[in-house]
């Protein structure tokens, strides 16, 4: 009996030891803090990178005008109209004529529609007369560059009105002013005297 005992503690201990010499041999995973891990390389220049060229540009420019066409009307910058109003005085029976010219300065030949140009007589705040009372339809012309185009207009000394209500009704003698006038252009005025 005695003899067994001692068999069985001696061959506990040796298990002991096997266990404890195999721990110390192993790597222990919690006997100390853990390193920190090496850098593997410079750190990535895209997060530290400035933005690119095409997020910074600014908006593209809204695009540029339509360019003027052959056969396009009349660029209102591009016709230069000279008037010739008339003389000062005009006798009994004399009709005034009033003219202007007009000069395409374009690169095209372009449609104008010289019926929109109004040539009006006033006495004071009153209306005697329009060469657009009772105008009907338009009245384009092409002028080409450079060519001078001529219209005279013959007032017979009677009074229109916009209405177109027909008159016979003639001017009195007296001071009027001439006046010629339309989108673009610069107005020009002529006092006379009808006798």
């Known amino acids: 009996m005695v003899a067994v005992l001692a068999w069985a503690c001696s061959g506990t201990g040796e298990d002991h030891t096997q266990q404890a010499a195999e721990q110390s041999a192993s790597p222990s995973t919690s006997s100390g803090p853990v390193a920190p891990l090496a850098a593997t390389g410079s750190p990535s220049t895209s997060a530290s990178s400035t933005p690119s060229a095409s997020a910074s540009k600014s908006p593209s420019a809204s695009p540029s005008r339509e360019k003027h066409r052959p056969g396009d009307p009349c660029e209102p910058g591009d016709v230069v109209v000279t008037p010739d109003l008339g003389g000062s005085a005009y006798s009994s029976g ?21 019926g929109k140009l109004e040539l009006r007589i006033t006495s004071g705040s009153d209306h005697i007369w329009s060469s657009t009372d009772c105008a009907r339809g338009s009245a384009r012309k092409k002028l080409k560059r450079g060519v001078p185009y001529s219209r005279t207009i013959t007032w017979n000394r009677t009074r229109s009105n916009s209405k177109c209500h027909h008159t016979d009704q003639k001017a009195r003698p007296g001071t009027y002013v001439v006046k010629l006038r339309g989108n673009h252009i610069k107005a020009h005025s002529q006092v006379f005297h009808l006798k």
């Open 94 to 114: 004399e009709k005034p004529e009033f003219s202007y010219t007009l000069v395409n300065t374009g690169k095209y030949t372009c449609p104008y529609d010289v």
